[in-house]
């Protein structure tokens, strides 16, 4: 099938051929002559199967021909929100690229920057306004936002959203909008609390589903490498000594491991910057265009900082930490091997992950290939529950014992000594 074949319309087929789009993806087939139809619509689709333009190019579609048929002023007609700044950043260039021959404007709006140029495109008028929720409820109390002429609205990534914790702000906004409109909602998983969701705000919708999030592109060979934790720095460094590992997005669980690796890797020469929620919106932008652009080699992102980051002709991601929920591996190896590109997915896993890579290999219904080729082999064995409870005991009281020092100082700060002996747990 041919994007003609949709029936769209000749500028936005024109701005798709500038970009050598000719076929859409599997959710595109199935969405867009229901949206253009004007049905509210169910997607379940993860990011990387094309989802933005399943949305943005119909909605482009609708508000040209409305605004041909009725000569509309540039009013918010349409609303897309999303959980990151970075996926915001990135559907409203889609828009931007979609709909240059439209005339249709865009413009966005997210925390974490000031809002002086954001406000700017406000009062010059837009048509499509992507947003975060925190920056949009701002703008709405500033007086700066007016939902009332919404006629289209997207929720994407809605389970991302609720475990960001933006249920409450997604409520405020949608009493805010207009009855009567069309809406979108898209998720990648359907859990009890995002169906529920998904009827409060939408009206008898067509369901449309792609890529279960159980599924792993067969484009995508998948590696796996049993280490210790102690060794995990060393074996990635030989991982990286393969010169043909040219671009690498890796994953870590925390803010403080993504930090911790960029400075081990820069140690060693190798190029490499990391983004989280943590890191100045500016720093987050500088360094994931300085990646699109091979200006660095690695990378390093905590899960919700690399939600939403859609790069060209990615061919490997690195599993520095193994994730314990299962789709998360799914999502994360799903950065590469894109629209039919080959990928490569190497995980390194210490003890205490081998039972995540279980759970992991049960999901997706297959075996991870083990290099057996590793000079850092698992040596370590897992700590037994038992050890488990009382290293979780000792962090508590550890943690408590900060706490009480700091309250003791805070009251008498001129006799009080922190002591940096540690006590045995008997």
């Known amino acids: ?95 931007t690229v979609y709909g240059k021959y439209t005339g249709i404007k865009n413009a966005v709006i997210f925390g974490g920057v000031k809002q002086g140029s954001q406000t700017d495109a406000l009062r010059k008028g837009v048509d499509v306004l992507v947003a975060t929720p ?44 207009p009855s009567k409109r069309q809406s979108l909602f898209f998720s990648a998983t359907m859990p009890k609390n995002i169906v529920e969701l998904s009827k409060k705000i939408l009206k008898n919708p067509q369901k449309v589903e792609v890529s279960p999030v159980s599924s792993t ?26 010169r043909e590992i040219d671009q690498v997005l890796l994953f870590s669980k925390t803010k403080h491991g993504a930090n911790k690796i960029s400075k081990y890797l820069k140690k060693e020469n190798i190029k490499s910057e990391a983004i989280h929620g943590d890191k100045a919106q500016n720093q987050r932008q500088k360094a994931l265009a300085q990646f699109k652009e091979r200006e660095i080699r690695v990378l390093v992102a905590t899960d919700i900082a690399a939600r939403g980051i859609d790069i060209d002709k990615l061919r490997y991601v690195i599993n520095y930490d193994i994730p314990n929920i299962s789709e998360t591996y799914v ?14 997915a190497i995980s390194m896993c210490e003890p205490e992950e081998n039972d995540y ?28 529950e038992n050890e488990k409870k009382e290293k979780e005991k000792e962090k508590k009281l550890r943690k408590q014992e900060f706490f009480d020092a700091k309250k003791r100082k805070q009251e008498n700060p001129k006799s009080f000594k922190f002591s940096n002996k540690k006590k045995k747990i008997k």
């Not at 969405?31 to 993860?46: E, F, H, M, T, Y």
């Not at 490498?225 to 990635?236: I, Q, R």
């Open 1 to 95: 099938m041919k994007f003609e074949d949709l029936k769209i319309i000749e500028p936005i087929l024109k701005a798709l051929k500038d970009e050598n789009y000719t076929e859409p993806t599997s959710i595109q087939e199935k969405s867009i002559p229901l949206i253009l139809q004007r049905n509210d619509v169910l997607g379940s689709a993860q990011t990387g199967t094309g989802k933005t333009a399943a949305f943005a190019i119909p909605i482009l579609q609708l508000l040209y021909l409305d605004r041909i048929k009725n000569n509309k002023a540039h009013k918010i007609n349409s609303l897309i929100i999303t959980p990151t700044r970075e996926l915001a950043i990135q559907i409203a260039d889609s828009f």
């Open 134 to 177: 925190g920056r949009l409820l701002d703008l709405m109390d500033q007086g700066f936002v007016n939902l009332k002429d919404v006629e289209y609205f997207v929720l994407d990534e809605a389970d991302r959203m609720l475990d960001m914790g933006f249920i409450n702000d997604i409520k405020k906004i949608i009493a805010k909008l």
């Open 217 to 242: 592109a067969e484009t995508i060979q998948q590696y796996l490498y049993y280490t210790n934790k102690t060794n995990k720095k060393d074996l990635l460094f030989h991982i990286l000594k393969n």
């Open 331 to 344: 999502h994360r190896i799903g950065r590469s091997g894109r629209a039919g590109e080959d990928g490569i």
């Open 357 to 384: 890579i279980k759970d992991i290999e049960n999901l997706i219904k297959q075996k991870i290939e083990i290099v057996k080729d590793n000079p850092f082999p698992q040596t370590d064995k897992p700590m037994t």
